[in-house]
């Protein structure tokens, strides 16, 4: 797909999800091996890369990620993708032994009530020029 970094893991995120948007800070600051790239769901890109993977609207509540020529991952699959790149967090790949269905249940409970406990802002992030690059339009 034109306009993707092909050696990045391109993470798609609900722009407007406070619990997202801290995930995305808390990636970006341990991202030491510069693997990611960000992009939200609500952007034209975004869409792009939904519509590009084949992916229904209605399988993609707040995150995705996309190893472009490789592969993709959304809901818990994701999360433990992301966590196998990151200091500290790599145990969290154990429960990669827990059926999708059940890691996906209890994902869909928190992603149904993010809003509720974490709130939500009127607009996508913009981010910082120190961080603009960790971005894609």
Known sequence: ?????????IILFD??????????QYIIKRD????????SLQSELGQKIIKHLGI?????????LYSPGRAYYY???AIIEIA???PY????????????????????????????????Q????IPTPELKGKFLE
């Open 75 to 77: 809901k818990s699959g």
């Open 1 to 9: 797909m034109e306009g993707i970094p092909q050696d990045k893991k």
């Open 89 to 120: 967090f790599n145990w969290f790949t154990a429960f990669r032994f827990v059926p999708t269905s059940l890691r996906d249940v209890i994902y869909d409970f928190i992603a149904k009530n993010r809003y509720h406990w974490y709130g939500k």
């Open 122 to 125: 009127e607009s996508c992030m």
């Open 32 to 39: 030491r091996k510069d693997l990611f790239r960000f992009v």
């Open 56 to 64: 229904s609207d209605r399988n993609i509540d707040s995150i995705v």
């Open 15 to 24: 722009g407007v999800c406070n619990l997202c948007n801290s995930s995305v």
């Open 84 to 86: 196998k790149e990151l």
